[in-house]
């Protein structure tokens, strides 16, 4: 092994740190909102706020995450996230411990702008340690990492943050006053302290890594000659923005409308009728949570199948990683698409089991989707790339866009019908990776 690749290798390890710890900290913020709901009293209107301000920070931090990565470096720019993540987390103290919702609000956008800085200088970063043919494969592997971290994330919020019960708002009414105040300052002591510990490592983590001699691979003069007016010109640029902004809308969409669409399948039903459902869960329920099975409501019975959609992603990533060291990405990136296609199609028009578990292996062929197509993307863009970069993450405010219109469709045609956006979705990833990730540059 020579001295470079064994640099290559050694950078690889510590910015895929990165995409863990990113992933992991997503996830715990969604783990940590039945805590933050009671804290501060909230409406379901003011807890749908949390999604909007985390998705927003995406549209609003990309691209001047991009201009100051194009100025200061890729490794100075993970810092600048790192410690932008670090100050977020701190904010966090005194929004639950004087119970202010708008400054809740503001932590977790800026949270959420510390991520995307960070995203925007990591990807690029990630797919350039090596040989161009296999930068798919190097940022699937590092986002396997990243979904290594968001399946972690639940299984500690359950142990240390969510172990006591929630009092419902009967409860609390119940309350003397004293005991309320002593109940939420309960409350807001177990919001602090994971805050507190986040904000420690990650500033730390910001520390040792701007002590790390990182290879300077996309750093110097080329990247200060960056365009975004040059970058929007390349046609394969645009037509993956596009291909992100569906596919993290897609994902979103069949990962929050499950539990619904579980529900409509008559899951409690489906459990019943089968040995090895009912094992499955069984199985589920004991690591997820302390409810047996028998005193499951039917949203927490279907909740406990979702696993096998997210866990599907982060275990497809390590085997896309594999594959891709064989395979074009572009091709395998088109065959995915079309298996989804194919998957969501028999779920329309099924039912029972087959709809349920056809849905379900959605998960696994989303997986290689988003770092692949971002490495399609920011291909050959020379001192462009970190304003692709910043553009691409940009699109990620699908997230916010199409869940939404699908549950207008559901509304008026049902969950299944309504799966046609998705199918709509794929079927552009599928063309991106077989036709549009291979139109020439600078072409419009």
Known sequence: MTDQNKSYRTAFIVVTVLFFMWGFITVLVDALIPRLRDVFELSYFEAGLVQFAFFTAYFVFSIPGGYLISRIGYKKGAVTGLVTMGLACLMFYPAAEFRVFPIFLMALFVLAGGITILQVAANP??????????????LNLAQAFNSLGTTIAPLVSAAFILSSSVASSQEVAAMTEAQQQAYYQTEAAAVQGPFIVLAVVLIILAGLFAAFNLPKILEGDENKGGSYRRAL???HLMFGALGIFVYVGAEVTIGSYLVNYFLSLDIEALVASSAAMTSIASFLSTIFSDVTIANMTPPQLAGTFVFF?????????FIGAGLMQKLNAGNLLAIYGGINIVLISFSMMSGGLTAMWTLLCVGLFNSIMFPTIFTLAIKKLGPDTAQGSGILCTAIVGGAIIPPLYGALADSFGLQIALLLPVCCYLYISWYGKIGSKIALNTV
């Open 125 to 138: 970063y990630v797919a350039a340690l090596g040989p161009d043919r296999t930068s798919s494969s190097r």
């Open 233 to 235: 010109k390349s046609k």
């Open 309 to 317: 959609y997210w866990g599907g992603a982060m275990i497809g990533r």
